[in-house]
């Protein structure tokens, strides 16, 4: 233990322990500080040896048929969630200690996250990643127009998992994604969140401590960047993909380790934004209404989330923007009241909104900077990023004006009318955007549909190809 640690009460040490292939690893070796509060809290040093399999192991889940996988995964779910669950409940206790969001988010959010084990969901997963999901039980034969004969199979990956620290539910999520590809998984588990995974595995575990799921999952948690860690882990011979959920900084560490053989799937940092057309401003119940479906979107996981929206474009005169803007405010706040959220904002986006205040002529804000909830109304999208109950309005004349907002990094459009999403939807994926639902339903999402643009299921696995020539004559 270093000096510093030295001078901590160990008992009101948090204690995180790891999930190592079936066996749960206690210790207080390392003193870890958190992300987002810089609490601090203790885990085991990592055995190497115990969290990575040699590659002359055949993958554990490789010969269980994905049904069986599902059903496992189902009881998972239920046991999730059930009153007498000793490891989630002890989970939500010390997340509670080290996780930005109120204890009330925080377990709705857990509990939630328990419905993707369900046996429609996982099945719709599969079947909308793969054309022909027989590919993940066995050799699929092919034969082209040549008459060459093939088998093709997804072959179970070897993957790192880098966890983000602002969505409990990712943790579920990942778990099932890496047993329906009967990955070998390792998880990077967040500073924020250091929890959740262990949690889960532990629940699997006291249901079949010898299940292959268990024996293909281990969690663990070091600081991002740790150079002695990542460059034992992050290696071609041991892994095949690293699927990094996370900020820029985060991305941006785990890219300077890719190499040939060596991949990355990555859930980088998005934003999302809503466009409202003239069509809802055309009268105050409207207006309030509209501005309703609004924040909802903005408080997506207490804006969190990829999905909440950050800002929001406005298609009208700036007397009914600022009326859109004045009822938008009274709903976040009120969203954001009934949570129980009042994380002041950060100092950088304080002082800028308090300049803000000052030059009223080119500005409107509604609410203050207290974290109950605020409104930033602009011409154009400020060059801070909204976030804590924060929503910027930027008005418009033309939604088509907005369009040249869209990159590569917006994922998600709340658009209102629903009637003209039809209309922009071509405009909106050519400037980059991923996904455009109505106003409101940033939070659901079809299943099985695509996610940052792509199949992630599809991309996990390790395409195998047995070439068996060509067929008689």
Known sequence: MNSVS????????????????????????????????????????????????????????????????????????????????????????????????????????ARHAAAYLDKRILSAEVAQNFPDPRALDEWVPKEDFTGRRSFVRAFAPRLIHVLPGNSPGVAVKSVAQGAMVKAINLFK??????????????????????????????????????????????????????????????????????GPGFQLVSFDPKTSISMVGREGLVDDATIDRVADLCSADVMTLNQEACVASRFQFVEGEQDQVDRFCERLHFHIARRAAESGDVRPLDMDMREAVEMMIMMDDEYGVWGRTDGKGLVVRSDEPVDFHPINKTANVVRVERLDDAVRW????????????????????????????????????????????????????????????????????
């Open 406 to 473: 869209i990159n590569v990094a917006t994922q998600t459009v709340g658009f209102y009318p629903f009637d003209r999403m039809a209309n922009y939807r071509d405009r909106l994926a050519a400037g980059g955007a991923q996904r455009v639902v109505h106003l409101g339903e940033a939070g659901p999402s079809t299943i099985g549909n695509p996610h940052d643009a792509m199949y992630p299921l599809h991309r996990f696995v390790h395409w195998m190809a047995h070439e068996d020539g060509r067929g008689e004559g």
């Open 6 to 109: 030295q001078t901590i009460d160990s008992e009101q040490l948090v204690s995180a322990p790891f999930f190592l292939r079936g066996e749960v690893l206690h210790g207080t070796d390392v003193i870890q500080t958190s992300r987002d509060l810089g609490v601090t809290f203790a885990t085991p040093r990592i055995p190497f040896d115990r969290a990575v399999p040699p590659r002359t192991e055949v993958p554990p889940l490789l010969n269980v048929p994905l049904a069986e996988i599902i059903d496992f995964l189902v009881e998972t779910g239920q046991r999730l969630v059930a009153p007498g669950n000793d490891h989630m409940q002890e989970c939500i206790e010390r997340m509670c200690r080290t996780h930005i969001l109120p204890r009330a988010v925080v377990e709705n959010t």
């Open 189 to 258: 588990m967040s500073s924020a969140d250091p929890f959740t995974m262990v949690a889960i595995l532990r629940t699997m575990a006291d249901i079949d401590p010898g299940h292959p799921i268990v024996k293909s999952m281990s969690a663990v948690y070091w600081r991002g960047g740790d150079d002695a860690t990542e460059r034992v882990l992050y290696r071609p011979q041991y892994f095949d993909k690293i699927v990094a959920w996370g900020g820029g900084d985060a991305i941006n560490n785990v890219i300077k380790y890719l």
